[in-house]
């Protein structure tokens, strides 16, 4: 168990955290484009003694090497969303069209905020901590950059890697969870061919637009009668486009789904489901084309390590109240993070901290209105209370660290 003590500065640094969120919220910056952000980090990263680099463009990575014993990573994104802020608060963004609406600034406060910790309070832990920024998660671009840019190779090899995310549940619950907590997230562009003509002569014509509506509508029998029930898996067509007019049958149409899966095995089957349903519809048609196919925007399984988790809970559980702690439901979300701990090969845990008022919360779940009274994350409304959410969540960093790097903990190991 941590020692409480070396909270006791937190309530003075916690001001300096608040006021780093609102800067980071005021200025969002897009998915490899986060210039002014890595730049903020990387002032601050070095004013605790951390020695700084930048890997992957506007990736930021911060190592505090204090003596022998493990190393420890730790990350957190640092990209914002294209949304249009609608929160009215003092703090708004001030770029048109950005919006921190998924709680990066909230991450990089809380990781910056249990650096400070650590690096104040060096008598009570021994090894290495890397804290790492990571762009560009929302298109599963950043961790991939980092990684090209010889992640690998530029910093000590951690033996584990930690990561956290706010989620629309109450502010400072703290959900964990051994095995899958995050969905794998497919993208994929599907243009199929047909012939076009005149609208009033479809007889002259292979009309891609019918045969794009019958592979939308195929396509929803993979999960109600290929996947086995209880089994997770979505399929969304979240786009059908063709033509320009109402009297001209186009040559072509393009659809784009999403696939979200907890399991690599159905996830391959969904695929190949996909592209079979495809072809034959089209051969069906008469196409005089094979359809093409395009998967982009592709995120990893976020899987926990069972031995990681039951750490990093264990630490959570003895620190704070009853209650407090709870097991996650997996979401269907999906990250890029898991992309860093697998190029080293090590092991992770990935968990959530609550980020919504607890009366408004409440509210909601009596009234069985929360997904229609509480804005999540992608929202232009999404807004996290500041506290207990930026306390929570820096202590969340801090514990999960000193479960390897504590000297309490190493002793026992020992």
Same mark, same amino acid.
């Given at each position: 168990?941590?020692?409480?003590?070396?909270?006791?500065?937190?309530?003075?640094?916690?001001?300096?955290?608040?006021?780093?969120?609102?800067?980071?919220?005021?200025?969002?910056? /897009?998915?490899?484009?986060?210039?002014?952000?890595?730049?903020?980090?990387?002032?601050?990263?070095?004013?605790?003694?951390?020695?700084?680099?930048?890997?992957?463009?506007?990736?930021?990575?911060?190592?505090?090497?204090?003596?022998?014993?493990?190393?420890?990573?730790?990350?957190?994104?640092?990209?914002? #969303?294209?949304?249009?802020?609608?929160?009215?608060?003092?703090?708004?963004?001030?770029?048109?069209?950005?919006?921190?609406?998924?709680?990066?600034?909230?991450?990089?406060?809380? #990781?910056?905020?249990?650096?400070?910790?650590?690096?104040?309070?060096?008598?009570?832990?021994?090894?290495?901590?890397?804290?790492?920024?990571?762009?560009?998660?929302?298109?599963?671009?950043?961790?991939?950059?980092?990684?090209?840019?010889?992640?690998?190779?530029?910093?000590?090899?951690?033996?584990?890697?930690?990561?956290?995310?706010?989620?629309?549940?109450?502010?400072? #619950?703290?959900?964990?969870?051994?095995?899958?907590?995050?969905?794998?997230?497919?993208?994929?562009?599907?243009?199929?061919?047909?012939?076009?003509?005149?609208?009033?002569?479809?007889?002259?014509?292979?009309?891609?637009?019918?045969?794009?509506?019958?592979?939308?509508?195929?396509?929803?029998?993979?999960?109600?009668?290929?996947?086995?029930?209880?089994?997770?898996?979505?399929?969304?067509?979240?786009?059908?486009?063709?033509?320009?007019?109402?009297?001209?049958?186009?040559?072509?149409?393009?659809?784009?789904?999403?696939?979200?899966?907890?399991?690599?095995? #159905?996830?391959?089957?969904?695929?190949?489901?996909?592209?079979?349903?495809?072809?034959?519809?089209?051969?069906?048609?008469?196409?005089?084309?094979?359809?093409?196919?395009?998967?982009?925007?592709?995120?990893?399984?976020?899987?926990?390590?069972?031995?990681?988790?039951?750490?990093?809970?264990?630490?959570?559980?003895?620190?704070?109240?009853?209650?407090?702690?709870?097991?996650?439901?997996?979401?269907?979300?999906?990250?890029?993070?898991?992309?860093?701990?697998?190029?080293?090969?090590?092991?992770?845990?990935?968990?959530?901290?609550?980020?919504?008022?607890?009366?408004?919360?409440?509210?909601?779940?009596?009234?069985?209105?929360?997904?229609?009274?509480?804005?999540?994350?992608?929202?232009?409304?999404?807004?996290?209370?500041?506290?207990?959410?930026?306390?929570?969540?820096?202590?969340?960093?801090? /514990?999960?660290? /000193?479960?390897?790097?504590?000297?309490?903990?190493?002793?026992?190991?020992?």
């Amino acid at each position: 168990m941590v020692d409480p003590a070396l909270f006791d500065s937190l309530d003075g640094q916690l001001e300096w955290q608040r006021e780093l969120y609102k800067h980071f919220h005021r200025n969002p910056e /897009l998915g490899l484009q986060e210039h002014q952000t890595a730049a903020r980090l990387e002032t601050e990263l070095a004013a605790l003694g951390y020695d700084v680099q930048r890997i992957g463009g506007t990736g930021v990575v911060g190592v505090l090497a204090n003596g022998e014993g493990p190393v420890v990573l730790a990350r957190a994104d640092t990209d914002a #969303l294209p949304v249009t802020e609608d929160t009215g608060l003092e703090y708004s963004s001030t770029v048109d069209g950005v919006m921190h609406a998924c709680g990066h600034d909230m991450h990089m406060a809380t #990781l910056l905020g249990a650096a400070k910790v650590l690096a104040d309070h060096r008598e009570a832990w021994s090894g290495t901590h890397i804290a790492l920024f990571q762009p560009a998660e929302e298109t599963a671009a950043g961790a991939k950059a980092m990684v090209a840019d010889g992640l690998v190779d530029k910093v000590p090899r951690p033996d584990v890697a930690l990561a956290q995310h706010v989620m629309p549940v109450e502010a400072g #619950l703290v959900g964990t969870t051994a095995g899958p907590i995050l969905s794998a997230g497919d993208s994929l562009k599907i243009t199929v061919h047909g012939r076009g003509a005149h609208g009033s002569m479809p007889h002259n014509a292979v009309d891609p637009v019918v045969l794009a509506a019958s592979i939308v509508l195929k396509l929803q029998t993979i999960v109600s009668r290929e996947t086995m029930p209880g089994q997770f898996a979505v399929v969304t067509v979240g786009s059908s486009n063709a033509g320009t007019a109402a009297n001209i049958i186009p040559a072509k149409a393009e659809l784009r789904l999403n696939i979200r899966t907890y399991d690599l095995a #159905l996830r391959k089957h969904i695929m190949a489901s996909i592209e079979r349903i495809v072809r034959g519809e089209c051969a069906a048609a008469g196409s005089p084309k094979e359809p093409e196919f395009e998967y982009y925007d592709q995120f990893p399984l976020t899987e926990n390590d069972a031995e990681v988790n039951e750490r990093v809970t264990t630490a959570f559980t003895g620190h704070f109240p009853d209650g407090q702690v709870y097991q996650a439901t997996p979401a269907t979300a999906s990250e890029d993070f898991s992309t860093i701990p697998d190029a080293f090969g090590v092991p992770y845990a990935y968990w959530t901290v609550g980020y919504v008022p607890a009366e408004a919360y409440r509210k909601a779940v009596e009234n069985g209105s929360v997904s229609a009274d509480i804005p999540a994350n992608h929202s232009p409304f999404f807004a996290p209370a500041i506290d207990p959410t930026l306390e929570t969540a820096t202590r969340t960093q801090v /514990l999960a660290a /000193l479960a390897y790097l504590g000297k309490n903990q190493q002793s026992k190991e020992g």
